[in-house]
């Protein structure tokens, strides 16, 4: 019984540590997207500002469970806080965002289009679903090498891009290979404004699984402990070599489909649903209770990420964007293909 | 010895995957069955880690080299057919094509389209698919004619750090013939003037090389002599040779097996116009294809390409300017 008490305890401070952790890259997410937001309404943002408001339990409970240096994750346009716990510099949001020449992709794509592969995060394109079979890509290459050991591969889309050609296909593909790969699906009830019965016809998106072969696991995107659990479980499955794991994180998009759109398509009756729930605060809420973390400890949290994200937005609004008469305009790599 | 230009493309691949570890082969039956056209015969006997059969699943083959290419690996996809790239057109050109330039990460793939037409293949197991993947800037896009070509130049692509649209034509692997592999060779940004002359150039490449050598050859007897240039990378295209062809004869039919509106050969005319119209005695002129999809009946595929006659007929017009 002892034993079992201790085991008990042993796994609620893993638990809380996680949350804790996880919490706070949710509220370093939310407090940068405001911030990008509002400069975006200012209008010194040229392009989209897509932000994960809602998502955030979701989205860091994957990456901050995956392991940094080892694993891959390719995020989706609402990842900023997997993308963060995952270990991207703010700067490189900051500057990405603010088209500054010293970010990630050089003015020559913005916003959500950053990413570093050899950290093991891709930079995606706008055809979300065409990323899958990149990660697969990536795990298969490491097993060539024997080097996948105990590798997973995080790959992130949302509800819309379950209907696309490019998922099954490298769903498929991950399942034939047996690939330790994660489909993280954040179902937020719309791709841009068309709603999920006009876009799968299935009682739920996770009994696609079933069908590829693959495990699925169906959680709650809002409440950041099922989150936590449902990750760590498909880590784990996949690490074990049990193939492919589909999670799938039912929530809502606390925002438009970026911050040109304010979503007139979202009734109230969804708003004031139980998905509408604001994942933040219930997080907040949820690690205070258990007594993981203190108002003030929260409060210091908060603190932190406001410094941390007004020194990263002034960095990047300091530096010059980019000169399109010194560019290098080559699309070659190879030296003999070079302008 | 005698070698096809089928078996060159097996043993350059058979070089890649001996001598570099991080090459391998995905595609469509290329493992134990050596492919739909043998042009993977024997390979997965010899790699059996590194010759994998994928699933019917274009898009996410191509995916998969990109991931596997970002990790540093050299992945060879092979199409079955040239056609089929169609579904793997996302992959190519919004993923492969842009990687380098979006992050700084070079994309050292290498997809080969077994392309063109053949007696009897129909409208989606013949096409010339160059022109499509040509327009992606990022992408390097080679047509080899002969069998030292098809050797040489896919070992090129697959050692080159960007993606290659490799078009190998079906109809020349099995007669096509050499009596060696070559031991030294043009680079594959260059093109070659196969054939001196000085009545007209003809610019072309692939297949429709051969065609062109065969109408050379029925006019030499009338006394003209035509200069013919084989392009053998279409992207980029060596023009500087184009152009110093044209110098010379003052005349230039560009030929392409490909469908007529907006290709390779517009692109040629295109650049003469603008580059060397002071080089010209008589407007340019180009062949290709009827503007219809490619038929399956022999009768009206011969008369659907250009072939030897039609290209004689266009020469003989445009020498009489």
Same mark, same amino acid.
């Given at each position: 019984m002892a034993n079992s008490a201790d085991q008990n305890q042993e796994l609620n401070e893993k638990l809380s540590t996680i949350a804790v952790d996880t919490y706070r890259w949710m509220v370093l997410a939310r407090t940068f997207e405001d911030r990008i937001s509002n400069i975006y309404r200012a209008g010194k943002i040229v392009g989209g500002v897509y932000v994960g408001k809602g998502q955030e339990a979701f989205s860091a409970s994957l990456a901050s469970q995956l392991m940094k240096g080892q694993d891959i994750y390719s995020p989706l346009i609402r990842d900023m806080a997997g993308r963060a716990a995952f270990g991207e510099p703010l700067i490189d949001a900051a500057r990405t965002y603010l088209g500054s020449a010293q970010g990630p992709s050089v003015g020559r794509d913005g916003n959500v289009h950053r990413g570093n592969s050899r950290e093991g995060m891709p930079t995606m394109i706008s055809h979300l679903g065409a990323m899958i079979s990149v990660v697969c890509g990536m795990l298969f290459a490491r097993r060539l090498r024997k080097k996948l050991n105990n590798v997973v591969g995080a790959a992130c889309i949302g509800d819309g891009a379950t209907s696309t050609g490019a998922f099954h296909e490298a769903l498929n593909m991950a399942a034939v290979e047996k690939l330790p790969l994660i489909i993280s699906i954040a179902n937020n009830q719309f791709a841009y404004s068309t709603p999920t019965d006009k876009q799968f016809a299935c009682n739920e998106l996770v009994d696609r699984a079933a069908g590829y072969g693959v495990n699925g696991i169906n959680i709650n995107g809002t409440d950041l402990i099922e989150c936590i659990k449902g990750f760590e479980k498909a880590i784990s499955l996949a690490r074990a070599g049990d193939g492919p794991q589909i999670v799938v994180?039912?929530?809502?998009?606390?925002?438009?489909?970026?911050?040109?759109?304010?979503?007139?398509?979202?009734?109230?009756?969804?708003?004031?649903?139980?998905?509408?729930?604001?994942?933040?605060?219930?997080?907040?809420?949820?690690?205070?209770?258990?007594?993981?973390?203190?108002?003030?400890?929260?409060?210091?949290?908060?603190?932190?990420?406001?410094?941390?994200?007004?020194?990263?937005?002034?960095?990047?609004e300091s530096e010059k964007g980019p000169n399109p008469y010194s560019h290098d305009w080559n699309a070659y790599s190879s030296p003999s293909f070079r302008k | 010895m005698s070698i096809s230009y089928l078996e060159a493309i097996r043993e350059a691949q058979s070089l890649a995957l001996e001598n570099d570890e991080n090459v391998f082969i995905y595609g469509q039956d290329v493992g134990a069955f050596g492919g739909a056209f043998k042009a993977t015969k024997n390979l997965f006997q010899k790699h059996p880690d590194r010759v994998i059969d994928s699933p019917i699943s274009e898009d996410a083959m191509v995916g998969l080299a990109v991931g596997a290419a970002i990790e540093g690996m050299r992945p060879i996809i092979e199409m079955q057919f040239a056609d089929f790239s169609s579904v793997g057109f996302n992959q190519i050109v919004n993923q492969a094509a842009t990687l380098f330039w979006r992050t700084a990460v070079p994309c050292p793939i290498t997809i080969r389209l077994p392309s063109g037409g053949t007696p009897g293949s129909g409208p989606f197991h013949s096409q010339c698919m160059e022109t499509i993947y040509a327009h992606y800037p990022g992408t390097i896009v080679m047509t080899p004619a002969t069998v030292e070509d098809a050797y040489s130049m896919l070992l090129e692509a697959i050692a080159i750090d960007d993606p290659v649209i490799f078009c190998e034509h079906k109809y020349l692997y099995y007669h096509l013939k050499s009596d060696s592999l070559p031991k030294q060779t043009l680079p594959a940004k260059s093109a070659r003037i196969v054939r001196s002359g000085r009545h007209a150039t003809v610019v072309t490449y692939s297949a429709m090389l051969h065609e062109a050598l065969r109408a050379a050859d029925n006019m030499k007897?009338?006394?003209?002599?035509?200069?013919? /240039?084989?392009?053998?990378?279409?992207?980029?295209?060596?023009?500087?040779?184009?152009?110093?062809?044209?110098?010379?004869?003052?005349? /230039?039919?560009?030929?392409? #097996?490909?469908?007529?509106?907006?290709? /390779?050969?517009? #692109?040629?005319?295109?650049?003469?116009?603008? #580059?060397?119209?002071?080089?010209?005695?008589?407007?340019? /002129?180009?062949?290709n294809s009827i503007d219809t999809p490619i038929p399956y009946h022999p009768d009206l595929w011969r008369y659907h390409r250009p072939t030897a006659s039609s290209i004689e007929e266009e020469l003989r017009k445009l020498i009489r300017e």
């Open positions: 994180g039912n929530l809502l998009r606390l925002s438009g489909h970026g911050e040109h759109d304010d979503a007139p398509y979202v009734s109230n009756e969804m708003r004031s649903s139980d998905l509408g729930q604001d994942c933040l605060l219930k997080a907040k809420n949820k690690i205070i209770g258990e007594s993981w973390c203190t108002e003030n400890e929260c409060n210091e949290i908060q603190e932190q990420a406001t410094a941390e994200v007004n020194a990263a937005i002034d960095q990047a | 007897n009338d006394g003209y002599e035509i200069e013919i /240039v084989d392009l053998r990378c279409i992207k980029p295209i060596d023009m500087s040779t184009v152009l110093g062809s044209i110098a010379r004869t003052g005349r /230039v039919l560009a030929i392409g #097996e490909a469908f007529p509106w907006g290709g /390779v050969t517009s #692109e040629i005319i295109s650049s003469i116009s603008s #580059e060397g119209f002071n080089l010209l005695d008589a407007p340019p /002129v180009r062949l």
